[in-house]
């Protein structure tokens, strides 16, 4: 099936991190997710493991609070049990419930395979694995659709290939940096898959610019990509725009992605988020960044392959 997604889905992996029940940082933490839920954006990202289950406890609270509408609005990830590393069919179900508790809702309209590193490709598409637990969810009703949430791309390819996952997830891999999920993507696509592109800045480098210690894919930027991104950094300005606009709509514009997931930590970075993408990016910007030519990515998936 195909999520009736919007450009944007708002990601929130640090909400709530470090607050308890009850204290005055909870109840910060839960007006600011009320705001996420007022935005015009129509899903709200989170998972299991985010900030150790607060993310999901806060936007539960938010939810409570809003209603109904707030209630269809989350879209969630199961994880491995954080001791033991266990990722079969109990597993994604405790995580299942660990999640619908937390949120206060009973069903979910997306529900992903998150970050199956703890196990094979096979023991996560056998028997008693991992996504026979998503597809018991999907044909019980109690989740609409079911995807697969990662990084590498060999791993990713894989589990796409299958045909039996809704939704496909990659982050870092499909930006001006790397455009190495591009022919996953494709992939998904074909099969009517829903395919959302996480982490459009890098994780870094494409919001902060080229700097000291600057990161992409929660890697050091090599000193090569520093001297290509500043190279970007002056094709946008030459054309009043800037680099995180220029990184934003990058995957906005692509045919290849329904929907880009951007974490957002706070009201003004909503605020920021909506006027990247409000800003007209002139054609020419494109033509110069193919002119740039590939630039030197740090990411390595050889170990997934």
């Known amino acids: ?8 889905t708002l990601g929130t992996s ?11 940082e909870e109840d910060a933490a839960v007006r ?8 015009s954006h129509a899903f709200i990202d989170t998972s299991n493991n985010y900030s150790g289950g607060r993310s999901e406890a806060v936007l539960g609270l938010a939810i409570a609070r809003k209603g109904t509408d707030a209630a269809t609005r989350v879209i969630s990830k199961v994880d491995c049990d954080p001791e033991t590393g266990a990722f079969d069919r109990d597993r994604v179900m405790r995580s299942f419930e660990e999640t619908t508790a937390r949120l206060g809702v009973e069903r979910l309209p997306l529900l992903h395979l998150h970050d ?17 637990g998503l597809i018991e969810l999907r044909e019980s009703g109690r989740v609409d659709a079911i995807g697969v949430a990662a990084g590498p791309v060999g791993m990713m390819a894989g589990y796409v290939e299958t045909g039996v996952f809704d939704a496909v997830l990659i982050h870092n891999r499909f930006t001006v940096v790397d455009h ?40 050091p930027a090599t000193p090569e990509l520093q001297e290509w ?9 030459s054309f009043g725009v800037s680099l995180p606009a220029v990184a934003l709509h990058f995957s906005l514009r ?11 930590s706070s009201a003004r970075r909503l605020a920021q988020l909506d006027e990247l993408a409000a800003t007209p990016i002139p054609d020419e910007v494109w033509t110069q960044l193919e002119a740039l030519g590939p630039a030197p990515s740090p990411v390595d998936d050889s170990a997934y392959a």
Request: net charge negative; charged share 20%.
């Open 180 to 219: 190495s999920a591009a022919t996953v993507f494709a992939d998904a696509r074909e099969r009517g898959m829903t395919v959302f592109n996480a982490a459009p800045f890098g994780a870094g480098i494409l919001a902060t610019g080229a700097r000291e210690g600057a990161m992409y894919g929660y890697r």
């Open 14 to 24: 640090p909400l709530g991190r470090g607050t308890e029940p009850g204290s005055p």
């Open 254 to 264: 692509s045919p290849l992605v329904d929907s880009t997931v951007v974490g957002i």
């Open 32 to 39: 600011f997710a009320e705001q996420l839920f007022d935005s």
């Open 1 to 8: 099936m195909t999520l009736n997604v919007s450009p944007l």
């Open 116 to 132: 199956p590193y703890t196990v094979t490709f096979d023991e996560a598409m056998g028997r008693g694995g991992a996504v026979e």
């Open 229 to 237: 991104v500043s190279r970007l950094e002056r094709v946008a300005a």
